[in-house]
Nanobody, 124 residues
């Protein structure tokens, strides 16, 4: 069974950057699309970014386009989320998940395995 683990969260001031990492253990996600999602207090979990199995296709939430970049290292089995120009509204728990398929998709029900999440807090 695949296990995913996120890291890299923390407390930063608005305008600063963070890079989140998602690593897989056991079953790897080398042939799967991977997505990042987030959930803020009192809100539903939402899609943030996704990348296809080979990195050739990416998708982003409109509000993070131009600020966040998703990438992957298939050799190291790691997917990254580079977050620049962070805003207080980016504050949330960030989760990575592996898709049942190889594509990049925002559809949450396409994702099979989820990590436990990492907290990102952006102060104003």
């Amino acid at each position: 069974q695949g296990q995913l683990k996120e890291s890299g969260g923390g407390l930063v001031q608005a305008g600063n950057s963070l890079t989140l990492s998602c690593v897989s253990s056991g079953r790897t996600f080398s042939n799967n699309g991977v997505g990042w999602f987030r959930q803020a207090p009192g809100k539903e979990r939402e899609f943030v970014a996704a990348i296809s199995w080979n990195g050739g296709t990416t998708e982003y939430l409109d509000s993070v386009k131009g600020r966040f970049t998703i990438s992957r290292d298939r050799v190291k089995h790691v997917v990254y989320l580079q977050m620049n120009s962070l805003k207080p509204e980016d504050t949330a728990i960030y989760y990575c998940a592996s898709n049942r398929r190889a594509t990049a998709t925002a559809a949450m029900n396409s994702y099979q395995y989820w990590g436990q999440g990492t907290q990102v807090t952006v102060s104003s």
